[in-house]
């Protein structure tokens, strides 16, 4: 793909004046939870939800355990913050170990509560390394997922997709092809797996472009604090983590803001870098902690929405 004129002005733009100086805030962003486990864990959740709301995203979205193993705190978070925060929230459903009618038993209760969006996943089977194994009365695969949840009701839905390859697949060509077929089920949009190099999105973009995919891409933002948790995310999901990102957080253990510091560094610029790209739509994973995500989408520009500070008071 050939940079297009206002890109290369555009990166230019990001060497020749302050970084981060007069963004017009033209971006939208989203946001990742997992529901949480104690009170105080919810706690910290409802926190960063009442933080973030204000930058009105485009929808929060709530992790769904390993089979189901948070299906009922998913639901009761998913639901609080349609109710209460009155945004709009995706909640997560996967194949792991669940029947189709089980499937369909969880989508009607996420639509009577009012969840309209779907983010549709093969799912992992909870222990690192093991093999996807489809319930024998269950979906195989993400794609029937979509094709079964579009029976049920027309939610809006998302999928994954890998800028590195998913470790699953064959070749990159079988990745982007299963891709393809999640798409032409009948996801609207895809949400990329992390990554910390922009050029991995670049190229991932024009691989998706010669394959004919163009349904919007939006990639997903880590913002790493704690490096080896950071890896052992990584190794399950085939990200690769550039080794410099060791070096700058080495000695950083014990001084926590610092380290906060770091690594709002290190985010801000690899997302300035996107956006230099022609990136609009950012996608974090907030570990439910709202600062890092908070502080990138100030620095690109994006300021509260004065109606949703209203609807907060």
Same mark, same amino acid.
């Given at each position: 793909m050939i940079a297009s004129y206002d890109q290369l002005r555009e990166a230019r733009t990001a060497l020749d004046t302050p970084l981060f100086g007069g963004l017009p805030g033209d971006i939208a962003v989203s946001f990742e939870f997992f529901p949480p486990k104690t009170e105080k864990m919810d706690a910290l959740l409802w926190e960063a939800v009442t933080q973030l709301a204000p930058l009105a995203p485009r929808f929060v979205s709530v992790t769904y355990g390993a089979g189901g193993s948070t299906r009922e705190r998913t639901h009761a978070t998913v639901a609080r913050i349609i109710a209460e925060a009155r945004l709009p929230a995706a909640a997560h459903l996967t194949c792991v170990d669940a029947t189709k009618d089980e499937i369909?038993?969880?989508?009607?209760?996420?639509?009577?509560?009012?969840?309209?969006? *779907?983010? $549709?996943?093969?799912?992992?089977m909870g222990e690192p390394g093991a093999p996807f194994v489809p319930h024998p009365q269950g979906y195989a695969n993400a794609a029937e997922l979509v094709a079964g949840l579009k029976t049920i009701a027309p939610f809006e839905i998302s999928v994954a997709a890998y800028p590195e390859m998913h470790p699953d697949s064959a070749s990159e060509a079988a990745d982007l092809d299963n891709l393809k077929r999640k798409l032409d089920a009948g996801a609207s949009q895809a *949400?990329?797996?992390?990554?910390?190099?922009?050029?991995?999105?670049?190229r991932f973009r024009d691989k998706l472009a010669a394959a004919g995919i163009d349904a919007p891409i939006l990639p997903g933002i880590l913002p790493v604090s704690n490096v080896a948790q950071a890896r052992k995310f990584a190794a399950a999901c085939g990200?690769? *983590?550039?080794?410099?990102?060791?070096?700058?957080?080495?000695? &950083?253990?014990?001084?926590?803001?610092?380290?906060?510091?770091? +690594?709002? =560094?290190? +985010?801000?610029?690899?997302?300035? %870098? &996107? !956006? $230099?790209?022609?990136? %609009?739509?950012?996608?974090?994973?907030?570990?439910? %902690? $709202?600062?890092?995500? !908070?502080? *990138?989408?100030? &620095?690109?520009?994006? %300021?509260?929405?004065?109606? =949703?500070l209203e609807k907060a008071a």
């Open positions: 369909r038993e969880v989508a009607e209760q996420y639509w009577t509560a009012g969840v309209r969006h *779907i983010v $549709a996943l093969r799912g992992d *949400i990329t797996q992390f990554f910390f190099s922009p050029e991995v999105f670049f990200a690769q *983590i550039p080794a410099w990102m060791d070096g700058l957080f080495e000695g &950083l253990d014990t001084h926590p803001a610092a380290r906060q510091l770091v +690594a709002a =560094t290190v +985010a801000a610029e690899f997302c300035r %870098r &996107l !956006y $230099a790209g022609g990136v %609009r739509d950012f996608h974090f994973y907030t570990l439910n %902690r $709202a600062e890092l995500a !908070y502080a *990138i989408s100030h &620095l690109l520009g994006l %300021r509260p929405d004065k109606s =949703t």
